[in-house]
């Protein structure tokens, strides 16, 4: 309290009343008090002017020369009010620990001078999220959303740009997350991920795992290295694992020319919809291949028609007619 009475303008008395939890799904600071969507948290009547600060000084300044103070006076407050009551919704959404309690310290508080600086600065720049903070912050913004996953040994990133490039063509909204870099949690109903699970330690797959899937999309398994396993069902356990989780009315697509993937897709899961796919028919030209109704598509892809044929599967399970599909294919870039 001492600096606030040596520096400051105002004080906010409503602020001892803010009460903070931390969100056990993503770790986050949360402000409690509940605030209605069209009415400011706080009001003028809750802030003091602090006597012989600047704002106190100023006031009877212009009450000296016989100007009213009421109108500057006023405004203010309100303004004041204003900017405390948006830094309180910015702590309900859920904010790190740290910069948290730097906001809250600062309701009531900052000049409006430091708030314009506060403001420019953009505090969530001064403060790196971890990688923790940042999977948990994600898991809380896309929880109501149709999670897609595209997953394999092979293919699922390169899949997954195939259906990007697909919604972007035919204008359906969608969220995706490429990587903790390269994302885009917005508005949309569905946010696609794709995963490789050649790579994958075990910290990683217990992290994927919270994705919680509605749709998932099982490509490309068998390869040189479940072959080198001791045994093939410690190699497909992961998989397995994966697929189990697949809610009731949920969905895995499966590349049938897996003999693992169709291993793992088939076993019995209740209430899980199958969607076989293939490749696509086409054949090779120079640069690329030749698909049906003799449309050329250039690409250094030499696996593109299989990857093609998944995402085909995939978008037309989401509603995508099949005419879209290929005439979006016709303009795709590696």
Partial sequence: MGLEKKSFLLLNQAKRNL????????????????????????????????????????????????????????AILNF???????????????????????????????????YQMFNRLNPLKKYKPTGETITQATRMLIKDKQRIAIIGNEGAHEITKIVLHVLNVVGKEHDFILSQEDYRIGNA??????????????????EFLKFNHHIALIHHVEDEKSKNYQAVEKFIEKYELFADLTPK??????????????VISEKQREGVS?????????????????????????????????????????????????????????????
């Fill in 19 to 74: 009460n903070f939890e931390i969100d056990k799904q993503t770790g986050l600071r949360r402000l409690k008090n509940p605030i209605a969507s069209d009415v400011d948290l706080f009001k003028v009547k809750d802030y003091q002017i602090v006597k012989n600060g600047k704002f106190d000084k100023l006031l009877k300044k212009i009450k000296d020369t016989g100007a009213d103070p009421e109108p500057l006076k006023n």
């Fill in 80 to 114: 004041r009010s204003s900017v405390d009551s948006m830094s309180a919704r910015i702590l309900s959404r859920g904010l790190p620990e740290e910069l948290s309690k730097t906001i809250q310290k600062q309701v009531g508080g900052y000049l409006t001078t430091e």
């Fill in 189 to 206: 109903a569905i946010v696609i991920t794709p995963c490789d699970f050649s790579d994958l330690d075990e910290i990683k797959f217990e």
């Fill in 249 to 262: 009315s949920g969905t895995l697509l499966y590349n049938k020319e897996d003999n693992l993937a169709v």
């Fill in 274 to 334: 199958l969607v076989e796919y293939e490749s696509l028919s086409g054949t090779e030209i120079d640069g690329g291949f030749r698909l049906e109704d003799n449309l050329n598509l250039m690409t250094r892809n030499n696996n593109f028609l299989s990857h093609a044929g998944a995402a085909k599967a995939l978008l037309q399970k989401i509603s995508i007619p099949s005419d879209q599909i290929m005439e979006a294919f016709a303009n795709y870039k590696d």
